[in-house]
């Protein structure tokens, strides 16, 4: 059933092994999907109440238990942290799933926590079920040494504001506008110039290369082609080091998943998902036609386009898309195109 993502973010705490306090979130229920924070750059509250934040979960994990932490020293866990190095994350995760006794669980690595999700991954491989990685590196070095990163980071304490407002553009993908704008005040609020510029100066020196053959779980790893700081040989020696490994390069420069063409994320993440576990029938009940209306659907046709594909009213398909959603329990098309991609309903060659 479709998750309702409309409600407040309930959260609670969990204690790091070195006594730092970790803000956590669940929403939902089904298997679980982890998402961590991208670094010390994360809010919960505030993430819960962007539009657009709100829409990628509830269209990644709308049949899920979508779980979320604030990373230490930003957000709502322990601001005054500034131990940043790569145990202490790791610590952090392990920390949040523990508490949670989480069993079998996705993790979707995001950003500078790829690294700690590999660590844990290569340590519980019984508990990943599947390992995203999304705009992330093995060597903290191979991000850094792009000029204009290191450009950036020097303004964290001379100019924070100038420093916000660059990150602003960036993470956008620099198309500016009020997206640049909102994650520049985002940014403000969820973290500090000291604190971040202790937590980059910690994972300098991270570099997991020598674990990535021993990675044995599922593993995609998703990036944009058009990225200015994370260049796409960064990703492409990360999927040829893990054994088996799939690769995906999505369109545009933004390093928001949720920005962007957020809808073929989705739906690579959902296919990659669905991939080894027990397919399962679609509900009883659910007519041969809704099943092609479903189909045409997740290939992204129209209401109108769906009409003409069968020689029927615009009305009559509005019905059927209606009572579909009520058998699968879908709120939207993009819920609908997950169920399908899930279920491998697909349209006839």
Known sequence: MAQDFTGESAIRYVRSADGVNIAYAVHGSGPAF????????????????????????????????????????????????????????????????????????????????????IVYATRHPERVSHLILWHTYARASDYSREPRVEAARSLIEKDWDLYTELEGIRATGFGGGTAAVGYSRFLRESASPEGLRAAFNAIRMTDVTDLLPGVKVPTLILCRGESRVLGTEVSRELASAIPDARLVMLEGGSPAPFLGDAEKTVAEIRAFLAEGTPSSRPPVGLSPRELDVLALIAAGMSNREIAEEFGISERTIARHITNLYGKIGARNKAAATAFAIEHSIRRAP
Do not use: M
């Open 34 to 117: 982890l998402q961590t924070p991208s670094f010390p750059v994360s809010n919960l509250e505030i993430e819960w109440r962007s539009r657009r934040y709100r829409a990628w979960w509830e269209k990644l994990a709308f049949d899920r238990t979508l779980v979320r932490y604030d990373c230490r020293g930003a957000g709502l866990s322990d601001r005054d942290a500034r131990d940043f190095s790569l145990p202490k994350l790791v610590a952090d995760l392990e920390a949040v799933v523990d508490k949670l006794d989480l069993k079998a669980f996705a993790i979707f690595g995001f950003g500078h926590l790829g690294p700690a999700s």
